[in-house]
């Protein structure tokens, strides 16, 4: 992969800022690994801005957007701003050589080399995706949700000449039932130093509901009284005593 040349005018470090966000949140690029399905030598040269360890500007693209959504980050921010520092230079084109007029081909066989060219294009992308985008072994599990429910990735489907970019993850619907007793409770946005958004105590009868936030940190006192859905389905293995935890699309699991 050629990166293109680098643009002076920074509005922030990449690398620098997701190496921080990791930091922050206590996270080893081990977890980080199981978690977002990407190599960790790949997310090692994310933070080390050493792009060209990775196989392809679309990867370097759909690995940074979901290591930063992962970290709680605007993904989209991050991929504009590789863009304007690291745009691929296109090949000068002589300028002196004959033009040469192609011969004009039938109709149909036009149509049964486009479509040719198209699948093995797409069979290559999907190929080289499997190869390099997973690290192998088995994933970390996090707490189940009811029973007969399960959370799948879909694999985004491309097609030739378009970039394959990871869709973003939807909000954690969050919503919390003190059925058996009183529970205190904060809540914050993406981490434990993130935005306040909730803290008290709720009462035996009374719900809250976060359906605002991605990812969210909690800091709970007597969990056991508390019945908690997640994106309408009812947590499982929920902590029986003074937890912290942290709430993704994809599960709760213990910070």
Known sequence: MRLGRYNRTLV??????????????????????LDTKIRGKYLHALE????????????VKGFLRAYAEYLGLDGGLYVDEFNS???????????????RRPRPRPRDGNLVVVALAGIVAVTVLVIVAWKFGSPGGSSNQPLGLGPGTSTVQKTPT????????PKRPAKARLVVTAARGDCWLR????????PLVYEGTVQQGQTQRFVKWKRLWLQLGAPSNLNVKLNGHKVRNFPQTQSIVLVTPRGVRSA
């Open 12 to 33: 922030f470090e990449i690398g620098t800022s997701l190496r921080e966000a990791r930091l922050r949140q206590g996270l080893e690029l081990s977890r980080a690994e």
């Open 48 to 59: 080390d801005e050493r792009f060209e360890a990775i196989p392809g500007e679309t990867y």
């Open 187 to 194: 809540v914050r946005a993406g981490s434990a130093t993130g």
């Open 158 to 165: 491309t097609t030739a000449g378009q970039p394959n970019r």
């Open 85 to 99: 520092r690291f745009a691929s230079a296109e090949d000068a084109v002589p300028q002196d050589l004959p033009s």
